[in-house]
């Protein structure tokens, strides 16, 4: 309902555990020490240790890359978002939407089939 801003999306972004349970319920083997975690850098950098994949062949990702909060995306006649997060790392993109929930924010995107009502989810800690 509204529009977020960079100073919002800096810091560490934490998977939910809800989450981690579904990646786990679709044979994810998560490694103890593994942290689930991004952090946005105010220079636009950012450090993704976390999952890929989502909804099947989910495999865990510990990269730097670089990401970008985008407003009013999307293609001519579809629906526009207000606000995405895009992280890119070598060859490849991540998107996630953002919401408010109890007043705070999470990043999300859906797992799997979006039929099926399930989300990852992020949320900020601190």
Not at 47 to 72: C, M, P
């Amino acid at each position: 309902k509204r529009y977020a801003t960079e100073k919002e999306i800096i810091g560490r972004w934490s998977l939910t555990a809800r989450t981690l349970a579904l990646a786990k319920r679709d044979g994810y083997a998560a490694v103890a020490s593994a942290q689930h975690e991004i952090v946005f850098h105010g220079d636009g950098t950012c450090d993704f240790r976390s999952i890929t994949e989502f909804g099947q062949n989910v495999a865990y990702l510990d990269a730097h890359g670089s990401w970008k909060l985008e407003r009013d995306v999307g293609l001519p006649g579809e629906t526009k978002r207000k606000n995405e997060v895009t992280i890119r790392i070598k060859d490849r993109a991540i998107g996630f939407f953002l919401t408010e929930e109890e007043g705070r924010l999470l990043l999300w995107d859906f797992w799997g089939d979006p039929d099926s009502w399930e989300f990852i989810k992020y949320e900020k800690r601190g």
